[in-house]
């Protein structure tokens, strides 16, 4: 079995695989075929799987586009697989903002600093090192696992997880469940570490919104002006009091944290158990509601012409069972003159935590970091477990970190100077070697 030696080598492996990752740099500027190129990067996770004698596939959407999925046998075939996957594109970074170069993997303060240090470069370098070493070992899962590697996460996987499920759905025959990022990270409430379990993700909805009315000039009383429509149509939209609303996650994880604080839970005011989050509550407060943010404006060209168009852009994220609902809400709230328009959607999602892979999760936890709290939080964003669970697969978030309780993780994904504190990574590592082997 694993002795101390061993252990080392594996944290060392995790952390140089994590650099080596950040320094292809897999920035996604969203949208079209060309707006990444991941192919450098897969080709180097090619190399690292071939290396302990797997024979991983890999797959372009489109050219550079590359997906990487590997299957490992497991004892029982009998049992639905477990696909466990990472992305391997990350968002852009604007390197005159970060306090060192984004694409570099530096090591200082014992952290790794780097674009995708916490999305999601460190789970893909504590996926493949926890595989490679079960392999190396000699050792077989209890269930198969298919290990994937998706391009154009950050963009809504339409060249990877969203058309890997859509051509090559055979790749995932058999699989019940899934594990990826944005869960399993630890944060303190009143001084003891709760691990977050992603359970749940918002739906989405990027809207177009056309307002129409009647062009002119601008020295006229125009009362079909589209702009003013437009700016009405907003502000009612986004006005509207969408009200808190609680799912099975947000209910079990806000009870919790009123355990874990002393504090009472009054669904009405769930303030004091955000409070008690830390910087995790601004995460989890976007998750009682639904949320419409306008984020793109376009009308007009000149000062003096009032044009016959005015167009505004929506990000709708929806609660499980409302994403209809709020569809149709927001189009009696744009009005007659308005016209709404759904070009990106995915349905909110919420799975089960009373199963037997929540529980080896929540087991492995407690075992490595006595004393802590596992409470399920619903992600106000998406994964690509949206696209897996077009062929019923049943997705959680799970990439273990054990957090210092001062680091503001949450703000981190996306954010200037990403870092992954080594000892979480390390940490991460253990976790997942052992519920990748055991589960
Ligand atoms: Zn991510």
Redesign the pocket.
């Known amino acids: 079995m694993t002795g101390n030696t061993d252990s080392l080598d594996l944290d060392a492996e995790v952390v140089r695989i994590c650099r080596e990752l950040i320094r292809f740099d897999t920035s996604n500027f969203g949208g079209a075929a060309d707006s990444a190129n991941e192919r450098p990067a897969a080709d180097y996770v090619m190399g690292l799987l071939q290396e302990v004698g797997l024979e991983p596939e890999l797959f372009e959407s489109a050219p550079g586009r590359a997906n990487v999925v590997v299957r490992i046998p497991g004892q029982d075939r009998g049992l639905p697989a477990l696909v466990v996957h990472g992305?391997l594109d990350v968002v852009p970074a604007l390197a005159e903002d970060w306090s060192v170069d984004p694409f570099a993997g530096e090591l200082r303060e014992g952290m790794i600093w780097g674009r995708g240090a916490v999305?999601?470069k460190d789970m893909d370098a504590m996926i493949l090192t926890a595989i490679r070493d079960l392999v190396r070992r000699g050792e077989r899962p209890r269930r198969d696992l298919i290990v994937a590697f998706f391009a154009d996460?950050?963009a809504g996987g339409r060249y990877g997880a969203q058309w890997l499920v859509s051509e090559h759905p055979e790749l995932f025959a058999g699989a019940g469940e899934a594990i990826s990022?944005?869960g399993g990270f630890s944060t303190e409430v009143d001084g003891t570490r709760a691990y977050l379990v992603q359970t749940a993700e918002k739906g989405m909805a990027w809207t177009g919104l056309t307002a129409h009315g009647k062009a002119g000039h601008g020295s006229q009383i125009n009362p079909e002006n589209p702009v003013a429509r437009l700016a009405q149509a907003i502000t009612r939209i986004t006005e509207h009091p969408w009200g808190i609303s609680y799912r099975e996650s947000t209910t079990e994880l806000l009870q919790g944290v009123a355990g874990m604080s002393g504090t009472a839970f009054d669904p009405q005011d769930p303030q004091p158990q955000l409070d008690a989050l830390g910087s995790a509550a601004k995460w989890i407060g976007s998750t009682l509601s639904t949320s419409i943010n306008p984020t793109v404006l376009k009308a007009g060209y000149k000062d003096n012409v009032i044009p016959s168009t005015a167009q505004a852009r929506l990000d709708i994220r929806t609660l499980p069972g409302e994403h209809h609902s709020t569809l149709d809400t927001v189009r009696e709230l744009a009005g007659q003159d308005v016209d709404v328009e759904v070009d990106v959607e995915f349905e909110a999602m919420e799975s089960p935590a009373d199963t037997a892979l929540v529980a080896a999760m929540t087991s492995l936890l407690k075992e490595e970091d006595p004393g802590c709290e596992v409470l399920p939080y619903m992600l106000a964003g998406g994964?690509d477990n949206k696209a897996l669970s077009r062929l019923g697969i049943v997705g959680y978030g799970f990439a273990p970190l054990r957090l210092p309780a001062d680091l503001d993780f949450t703000g981190l994904?996306h954010g200037v100077d990403e870092r992954v504190p080594v000892d979480a990574l390390t940490f991460g590592r253990r976790v997942l070697s052992r519920l990748l082997a055991e589960y």
């Open positions: 992305h999305d999601m996460e950050e990022e944005v994964t994904f």
